[in-house]
């Protein structure tokens, strides 16, 4: 994931970007396992900010890119965003997100976030069929039967000829392991046998809301597939 794992979650979401020490140390993971970055975010987005990084693959929109990139629920979509720019456009803090194949609500900078959360649910409870997927301050609006990113997780497994039927992650790192210390750990040991190496949040990373971008870094799982 990017957000709260390869980058702290900040209050403006444009200005997510992974720390010099953890781009150095995913290039050198990526150049001995086979990497694959799978954002909420639009795969545009998500690539603009891996440039440079010799990644396997990118997966946006929560799984829906790139093999849905011409879905039919597009223009559904579409229909979607004047509607909850009526409904939330006014709120102060509220930032509606266009994803192309989704919409992010982000109500992180408002000042009662409880409320606007459940203004923000109960429009899009009024939008018809949807997925909604939770975030940390933030609503994921989807097509309903949309994929989730454990599919998409396994279709980049098969694309990339690894087996499809790994086991569950493994034992969760130490709380105080840091991601860069997990992604180090992986730089450190050669690709023996063209083993992958998977890591996966145990929690998600959190930054404070006053736009603070050094947020805590969550711990990681780690687990190999066969």
């Known amino acids: 994931d990017f957000d709260g794992t390869l980058a702290p979650i900040v209050a403006d979401p444009d200005r997510a970007t992974m720390r010099p020490a953890t781009r150095r140390l995913l290039e050198a993971v990526a150049k001995a396992y086979p990497c694959v970055v799978i954002s909420g975010r639009s795969r545009d987005d998500v690539g603009r900010r891996l440039r440079g990084v010799p990644v396997a693959g990118v997966v946006g929109n929560h799984g829906l890119e790139p093999w849905h990139a011409e879905s039919r629920a597009t223009p559904g979509v579409r229909r979607w965003i004047p ?3 009526e409904e939330l456009g006014a709120i102060p803090g ?10 992010a609500v982000h109500y992180r900078r408002c000042r009662d976030k409880a409320k606007t959360r459940a203004r923000v649910l109960a429009a899009a409870a009024r ?3 949807a997925r909604l997927l939770g975030g940390k301050q933030v609503l994921n609006i989807l097509p309903a039967g949309a994929p989730h990113k454990g599919q998409a997780l396994l279709k980049m497994l098969a694309m990339t000829k690894m087996a499809s039927s790994s086991q569950p992650a493994g034992s969760p790192a130490s ?20 083993t992958p190496a998977m890591l996966s949040p145990a929690r998600t990373a959190t ?4 736009g603070n971008s050094r947020a805590s870094p969550a711990s990681l799982r780690r687990s190999r597939v066969p």
């Open 207 to 210: 930054a404070p809301t006053n």
């Open 94 to 103: 509220v930032a509606i997100e266009d994803k192309g194949l989704s919409i």
């Open 83 to 85: 509607l909850l720019e």
């Open 127 to 129: 939008l018809g069929p």
């Open 175 to 194: 709380p105080r392991c840091s991601p860069s210390s997990n992604i180090s750990s992986l730089a450190r040991k050669p690709n023996r046998g063209g």
